[in-house]
């Protein structure tokens, strides 16, 4: 069955296939790319082959993958929907701080804008710094300054990173949320209900980590599976993505042209009802 292509993110019609440039920066998103040269023409072939979702942030360097998009695509396409991060700084030993004080937060959205040569933010999530996973806990202080800076026309639209679906329900009370990014993958499902309302919104959901984080996805079923698609492993678990849900936005993230290339296919990868129901045994056996 074929997936819709699209989706609306706010005001902003956007690729579900899109791309994550985390990766652009150097060792642990710390200081410099290897190749810099490469990174840039990794970000031209992405737009070059239809990506108009890209999701960045300017503490990933720090600033130095924003000011490599930059270089790479401003001016930027009419239809392109550059979606930050803020909510943290990194320390000189390259850790990750929380920076989530309203001078702090209006500082960082300073920062994108100059960094990435904007007027106005498309999009900006608010990383709530609980960990890898979320953790309930008030967040109107925080979500009141991005709506008030939203008053003001720094910033489009606003979503949530790392955050509880109570957390979802606190902030839209404030402000619409366009997105929720968190972690989800085959293998962790924890946010299953939290898609499926949040797509009855009309709220995108996208998913970091979609390939399993630092230690990749590793599952029989999901080798068999590809190897009777004539997929990769990875690329398949992308496909499931994008059938998941019609809210699913992807950004899975590389350095490499051809890594880019192949993530882009798996866009192109039709399951059957029969795969799928294989492959979500991957899920209940990890949640078990």
């Known amino acids: 069955m074929p997936t819709p292509d699209t989706f609306q993110l706010g005001d902003r019609t956007v690729r579900r ?13 710390f200081g410099p790319p290897k190749d810099r040269a490469q990174a840039v023409a990794v970000l031209r072939e992405a737009v070059a082959r239809g990506v108009n979702h890209i999701d960045t942030c300017d503490y990933y360097g720090p600033h130095v993958v924003n000011e490599i998009i930059r270089e790479a695509l401003h001016p930027y396409p009419d239809d392109l929907t550059l979606v930050t991060k ?32 904007l007027d106005v933010l498309p999009a900006v999530n608010l990383r709530l710094m609980g960990g890898m996973a979320p953790t309930e806990g008030p967040i109107e202080p925080m979500w009141s300054t991005l709506a008030e800076l939203q008053r003001q026309g720094l910033v489009r639209h ?8 109570a957390q979802v329900r606190e902030a839209a009370r404030v402000a619409p949320v366009v997105c929720v990014q968190n ?31 630092f230690a990749p996805l590793q599952s029989r079923t999901l080798d068999a599976v590809a190897a009777r698609l004539g997929a990769t492993p990875m690329q398949v678990a992308l496909a499931w993505l994008l059938r998941r849900a019609p809210n699913v936005l992807l950004i899975p993230g590389t350095s490499s042209v051809a890594h880019l290339r192949e993530n882009l296919a798996a866009g192109e990868i039709v399951l059957s009802e029969a795969v799928m129901g294989e492959l979500e045994g991957i899920g209940a056996g990890a949640q078990s």
């Open 183 to 213: 972690m989800y993958n085959l293998a962790h499902r924890h946010d299953d209900a939290l898609i499926d309302s949040l797509a009855a919104d009309g709220v995108a959901y996208v998913p970091y980590f979609p390939l399993g984080g």
């Open 17 to 29: 296939m899109g791309y994550g440039a985390m990766q652009l920066a150097g060792p642990g998103v």
């Open 158 to 165: 606003l979503g949530l990173s790392n955050a509880t679906a």
């Open 86 to 117: 803020i909510g943290a700084r990194r320390g000189a030993d390259a850790s990750w701080i929380p920076a989530q004080s309203p001078a702090e937060l209006t500082a960082a959205v300073h920062d994108n804008l100059r960094n990435l040569g």
